[in-house]
């Protein structure tokens, strides 16, 4: 069929990051089917990593104005205000795509950081270690993961974390600007208590 294989194409293109090009074929897919929800979702997906978080919103929107409980859409609508800051709607929009398609790992990693930062971070972190569990070689699960441990100042999983992040994928710098952040506070942490007692 035509369309998928414009749709593998314009997910070729967004991880090349070619975000302008996937977009371009993306609505070239819509002129031959302006009900195509995969290619509004491709749209958002590729408007997020853009930044161009108003975009994306719309394109999201109209997807699941087409087909309401599209995991794919939902989730990225979910991710979305997280990335903006809105936790609470984040929360509810993922624990939907979370029904619709449960045990996804990528859709829980989103689930417990926002629910970590909605104010809950015990229950974000018992979400986070199930993503993790569900797919143990994911860097961004162990990335996001450790960050929240950080927050909650649990140095020794987040170094732990972080440095199996980095044998899987040695030069991810997310994984090594938040290890070298890790081991700072450590230091500072270790300190401040050793000057109270």
Known sequence: MV?????KQADGLKLAGQHGEA????????????EYV???EEIGDNY???REYDKAMKA???????RPKSPNALYLLGFLYSSTGEFERSVETLELANRVQPHHPEILRCLGWSIFHSGDRKRGLVILERAKAMAPKDTLIMCDLAVCYLNDRQFEATIKLLEEALRLEPNN????DCLETAK???????????DRA
């Open 173 to 176: 710098e997310k994984a090594k």
């Open 48 to 50: 997020l990593s853009l």
């Open 38 to 40: 995969e290619a509004y």
């Open 3 to 7: 369309l998928d294989d414009l749709l």
């Open 184 to 194: 700072f506070f450590q230091r500072e942490f270790k300190k401040l208590k050793e």
């Open 23 to 34: 977009i371009a074929l993306s609505n070239k897919m819509l002129l031959m089917d302006l």
């Open 60 to 66: 999201l929107k109209y997807a699941l104005r087409i």
